[in-house]
C-alpha cells in the first residue's frame, strides 16, 4: 500500500510511520459528517453551512428531516489504529455540483467507505459511479435511519449491483462501535486487495 511518511506532522505521536488516507463517501443527506465526527479522536473540521433557498431548488429534502446545515467542501477527522499506523478520514460532499472537489479528496486515498441509506438506495448509483471512475476500491455501509425500511444483505447487494467481493455491512453513523466496525471491514478489504497484487 502507498503511505506517507506521518512522523514529519507535529501534532502526531513520533512513533506514527504510516497515515492512510480513506474518503467517506455518499449521496446527499446520508450520514458522511456524523460518522466522521463519531470516530475521530481530534475535534473534526467541517465545512457545514446553513441550506438557503437558494439551494432548494436543487437539494431534494425529499424523506429528510430536520436538515439545517450542509457540507460544502469536505469533512475531516483523524483515527489512530495503532503506534505507528492513523487513518485520515475525508468525507466527500454528496449533492452533484460538488463532484468536482472528489478529484482532489480521492488524490492518495487508499479506498472509500459508501454510505448508503435503503430509503433512497437509488442515490447511491451517481456516488458509485465517481468512485469507481476514480478507482477507488470500496466497501458499502447502509447507515440505518429510523423508519427506513430493512432488507436482506442479499438483496441490498443485487439492488446495489455489488460483486460478490465488494464488503457491505450495516452501520449506525452516531454509533462509534458499528462504524468502527464498518470501517474495518474496507481496511481488510483493502488488506486482501494488497495481497492479491504480485
Known amino acids: 500500500m ?3 511518511l506521518a512522523s514529519e506532522t507535529p501534532y502526531l505521536r513520533e512513533s506514527v510511520r504510516t497515515a492512510v488516507k480513506i474518503l467517506i463517501v455518499g449521496h446527499f443527506a446520508v450520514g458522511k459528517t456524523t460518522y466522521v465526527g463519531t470516530l475521530s479522536e ?12 437558494a439551494g432548494a431548488a436543487v437539494d431534494d429534502l425529499a424523506g429528510i428531516r430536520d436538515k439545517t446545515t450542509t457540507t460544502v467542501a469536505m469533512d475531516f477527522g483523524r483515527l489512530t489504529l495503532s503506534d505507528d499506523l492513523v487513518l485520515y478520514l475525508f468525507g466527500a460532499p454528496g449533492q452533484q455540483r460538488f463532484t468536482r472537489l472528489w ?25 458509485m459511479d465517481i468512485v469507481e471512475k476514480q478507482g477507488l476500491p470500496y466497501a458499502v455501509a447502509v447507515n440505518h435511519f429510523e423508519g427506513a425500511p430493512r432488507f ?15 464488503p457491505l455491512v450495516s452501520c449506525d453513523a452516531r454509533d462509534r462501535v458499528s462504524s468502527t466496525e464498518a470501517l474495518i471491514s474496507l481496511v481488510d478489504h483493502l488488506l486482501t486487495l494488497d495481497g492479491e497484487q504480485p
Do not use: K, W
Request: proline share 5%.
Open 2 to 4: 502507498d503511505s506517507a
Open 152 to 166: 436482506p444483505e442479499t438483496e441490498v447487494r443485487e439492488a446495489l449491483d455489488l460483486t460478490p467481493a465488494t
Open 103 to 127: 478529484d482532489d479528496l480521492a488524490r492518495g486515498a487508499l479506498g472509500a467507505l459508501i454510505l448508503v441509506d435503503t430509503a433512497r438506495l437509488q442515490e447511491s448509483f451517481a456516488v
Open 42 to 53: 481530534i475535534r473534526p473540521l467541517r465545512t457545514e453551512e446553513r441550506m438557503t433557498q
